[in-house]
């Protein structure tokens, strides 16, 4: 069980008693949070009582809280579309890998009929064509390559811009952090 802290906070004039199992600087911020959103909605409104400076400084403060709720959520999935494309992007790859194995195969299938046939008898027609083939599937082969190469340049980019999000969310995220005022 976590150990469980204890600090008095002054808000709105009142002391009050704050528990929980966060630092007590952290129990220090939040009490001084609330103290300067209930001050400035004083400020604003003098003839509020201080239960409706209350339930307004709730609503001022659950406002910022679902907003920024909010601008997380839109990250979150922001992050998750390129995770997504990242994830396309490899099997597409694996794909052509396949495919490209296939070739290989089928490159090696022709290069033993062509050692074949020439040993058994001098180069003809058939021999011509097979070579024709042979030089096809291997342009074939280079540009299934070259694709490979291209799309594993894409995914290095998706995972840059992965990279790049995580960060704008890492900073977004301190920035909020850092936004509270403070109060010691």
């Known amino acids: 069980m976590s150990q469980k802290n204890k600090v008095l906070v002054k808000i709105n004039g009142q002391e009050y008693p704050i528990v929980g199992a966060e630092p007590k600087e952290y129990l220090l911020k939040v009490g001084s949070f609330v103290d300067d959103n209930m001050e400035a909605v004083a400020r604003a409104n003098k003839r509020l009582s201080t239960s409706m400076i209350a339930v307004l400084t709730c609503i001022n403060i659950s406002d910022?809280?679902?907003?920024?709720?909010?601008?997380?959520?839109?990250?979150?999935?922001?992050?998750?579309?390129?995770?997504?494309?990242?994830?396309?992007m490899e099997a597409y790859i694996?794909?052509?890998h396949g495919k490209l194995n296939e070739k290989n195969e089928e490159c090696s299938n022709l290069e033993?009929?062509?050692?074949?046939?020439?040993?058994?008898?001098e180069e003809d027609e058939e021999v011509t064509?097979?070579?024709?083939?042979?030089?096809?599937?291997?342009e074939d082969l280079e540009k299934a390559q070259a694709l490979i190469?291209?799309?594993?340049?894409?995914?290095?980019?998706?995972?840059i811009k992965l990279v790049q999000a995580t960060k704008e969310l890492e900073d977004s995220m301190s920035k909020n952090n850092h936004n509270k005022p403070k109060r010691f």
């Not at 190469?149 to 995972?159: A, G, S, V, W």
Request: glycine fraction near 0%; hydrophobic fraction near 35%; proline fraction near 2%.
């Open 64 to 88: 910022q809280y679902l907003k920024l709720k909010r601008l997380v959520e839109e990250l979150q999935q922001e992050m998750e579309r390129p995770k997504e494309k990242v994830a396309e």
């Open 94 to 96: 694996e794909a052509l």
């Open 112 to 121: 033993n009929k062509i050692r074949e046939i020439e040993t058994n008898m």
């Open 129 to 138: 064509l097979l070579r024709a083939q042979l030089q096809a599937k291997d």
């Open 149 to 159: 190469n291209d799309l594993q340049n894409k995914l290095f980019d998706n995972q």
